[in-house]
Every structure is written in C-alpha cells, then in structure tokens.
C-alpha cells in the first residue's frame, strides 16, 4: 500500500515538471528568447504583456504599461496618435527578442517585431523599475523624441541629489568604481553655467569649485587637480531620479582615466529626501 502511495506522488510530482517544463517553453517560444540572466525573468513577464498588446492591437494597454511621469505630461490622445502613426496599418504577428539585461534598475531590451508579409521592424525598449514594479521608458523608433522630455530635471529641484551624488561618489567612495585605486588631491571642479565664488556643494576634507565650462580647464589646471565633473541627464520617473556624471580627465595619461568616463546612479524618493539605491551604467 506505501509503495503504491510512493507511486502516485511520484508520478503525479513528474507529471507536474513536465506540465510546467512545457509552460514555460510554449511562454519562451511565444517571444522567441533562448536564455537571459535571472535578474530578467520579472522584466521578461512586463515584456511578454507588451507583446501581448501588441497582437491585440490594444493601445490604451500599451500605453499603461508606461511610466506615470510619462502618462502625466503624454495624453493618450497623443500616444495613440503617434503609435499609430508608426503603425501605419501594417498587422503585428510577433516579437523576436535579441537581448535583454538589467543594469541598476534599467531594463533594456533589444528585439525585432514581425509583421505580415515578412516585414520587420527593430524596437529598442528602455525600461525602469519604480515602487508599482518595471514600467516602460521608451520605445526607440517607435515614438517621436519630442515625447522623450518628459521627467525633465528643470521642472524640480534636483540640487539635493546632485549632492547626495558627491556624497556617494566620494564620502563613500563610489568613485573608485571608476578612477580604480586613483588617489587624488582634494579638490573638485564642477561644470556649471556660471561661476559661483562659493560652491552650492560640500563634501567633508574637499575644496569644491565651480565654474563655466569655458573657464574650468585653465583653472583647474593651475592645481593639483586631475579632473573635473560634469552633472549631465537628471531624469525623475515617479520615485526615481537617474543622474549622470562625467568626468572628463585633465591630463591625457592619468591611469584609468585617459578619456572622459562617466557613471550613473539611483536614487530612491524617501518622503522630503533621496536615499541612494544603486550605481547604474558606467562607461
């Protein structure tokens, strides 16, 4: 009697594997992906809605699976506009997927889309994860750019993660991430529109400058300094502000920085501050 119980549960238990071994193939196939890291596995569900929508010609699911900072300033009068514009009466058949890997919390995504009659389209998806989960950035080619301004950092002010960036970057060192085991003297020069005679900014043991940049190299080059920084995209998606930072070397033969190099960060919206999340791309 046990070995016949034994046998039921272990019939039923690889019954089971083979079940679920064959969901997940018919779900791999449906986007036509081999194998991504793991960290993608969450994103590829986002994706495969996408996919979904797509077939389904369903725009307003489309267009919810968007950001809300982007649904904010983008109607969806003028999403649907511009989708179908793109669209163009062509009949969606399915989406290969080229590649697709998470860096910080973007989520990138090459593919190729398939119409009928053989036709193809490239697709660049750039997607975020916010506190509702990952949401779409920005389809490539596929919108105008103009609707690519949205979350713009002039409409908020940004100057309290530009310093929680130099916090990160050298109180905790993060710039190590990029100069190596580069020591170098403690003064800064940041790029800034016009000069500030004393800086916004301040990092414990730093002198910090500030300067226009058709001013910064002469002077910076008059001290001990090796590079100066540049605050470049400062983006806002909902509870995520993604800040760009390049630093751009002085000398042409300083180790590990002998072309302009640049790194982004995360950061999280905590009630009235920004808490640091995670270094992005680097470059």
């Not at 046998?7 to 196939?29: C, E, P, S, T």
Request: proline letters at 3%; glycine letters at 4%.
């Amino acid at each position: 009697m046990k070995k016949t119980k034994l046998f039921i549960v272990l019939a039923l238990g690889l019954i089971f594997i083979i079940v679920a071994g064959l969901r997940i193939n018919k779900y791999r196939q449906s986007l036509k992906y081999t194998a991504f890291p793991k960290n993608t596995e969450v994103l590829a569900i986002e994706v495969k809605k996408l996919n979904n929508a797509f077939k389904a010609n369903d725009i307003k699911a489309i267009y919810e699976l968007f950001n809300s900072s982007f649904k904010d300033e983008t109607s969806f009068e003028e999403f649907r506009e511009a989708f179908s514009a793109w669209l163009n009466q062509r009949r969606y058949v399915g989406m290969n997927i080229q590649n697709m890997r998470v860096v910080g919390r973007i989520g990138h995504v090459t593919c190729m889309l398939r119409f009928a009659n053989k036709q193809q389209s490239f697709l660049y998806q750039s997607w975020i994860k916010t506190a509702q989960g990952w949401k779409i950035v920005w389809l490539n080619r596929l919108l105008p750019n103009e609707m690519l301004r949205y979350g713009d950092s002039q409409k908020y002010d940004v100057q309290l993660i530009k310093q929680r960036s130099l916090d990160v970057l050298f109180t905790d060192n993060l710039i190590s991430l990029i100069t190596d085991d580069l020591e170098f003297p403690k003064i800064l020069f940041i790029q800034t529109q016009q000069e500030r005679k004393q800086s916004y900014y301040k990092i414990p043991g730093y002198t910090i400058k500030e300067l226009p940049e058709d001013r910064i190299t002469a002077q910076a080059k008059k001290t001990d300094a090796l590079f100066w920084l540049e605050f470049a995209t400062i983006r806002i998606i909902d509870d995520v502000a993604s800040i760009y930072i390049d630093i751009h070397p002085l000398y042409s033969n300083i180790p590990n920085l002998t072309r302009v190099r640049g790194i982004q960060l995360f950061f999280i919206q905590k009630d009235d501050h920004w808490e640091f999340d995670s270094p992005g791309s680097r470059w």
